[in-house]
């Protein structure tokens, strides 16, 4: 399995988890499932940031990478609306905006980058290796650049 049929494989289980949202009714019920979703959104959006998109970035054009990216940045702002509004009653049409939201990238990276990327850059695409291997070599690094970060910051 490559890395994007990995991703793939990522996007049905954010639906299933998008379905068991919508049959809740609850904070308590909404709580965990959000927690896993965040999770799991993470970890797929961090290693389409680090490793796909810039080779979508060099193959297809810096605007197809950046549309990818802000529709990255649009998921975070409704997931953390989804959290704030899990005991609400706008709970459901943030749900819905998400999903709809969530369905039009997933069709555009399934639909149109994805497809590219293999007829354009299978080797790039075979180089990045096990995907689950891959997974924890980003996040090593996110995390390491944190690091880093908080470093330089108490160093000042």
Do not use: C, W
């Not at 639906?15 to 009714?25: S, V």
């Not at 308590?28 to 080779?55: C, F, N, S, T, W």
């Not at 054009?61 to 529709?71: E, F, I, K, L, Y």
Request: overall charge negative; hydrophobic content about 40%; aromatic content about 4%.
């Amino acid at each position: 399995m490559d890395v994007l049929e990995h991703l793939e494989e990522e996007h049905r289980k954010v639906e299933k988890m998008i379905a068991e949202l919508e049959a809740t009714e609850t904070a308590a019920e909404r709580e965990p499932i959000l927690a896993e979703l965040g999770d799991a959104l993470a970890k797929h959006m961090d290693v389409e940031q680090e490793r796909v998109y810039p080779i979508v970035a060099e193959r297809l054009g810096d605007d197809v990478s950046q549309h990818a990216n802000d529709d990255h940045d649009k998921a975070r702002d409704d997931l953390v609306r989804l959290v704030e509004q899990s005991d609400q009653f706008e709970f459901t049409s943030a749900l819905a905006q998400f999903k709809d939201d969530l369905a039009q990238h997933v069709s555009e990276e399934e639909n149109y980058i994805f497809p590219n990327l293999r007829a354009n850059a299978a080797y790039d695409i075979a180089d990045l290796g096990d995907p689950h291997k891959l997974e924890d070599e980003v996040q090593q690094e996110l995390i390491e650049e944190n690091i880093d970060l908080i470093d330089e910051r108490l160093a000042q």
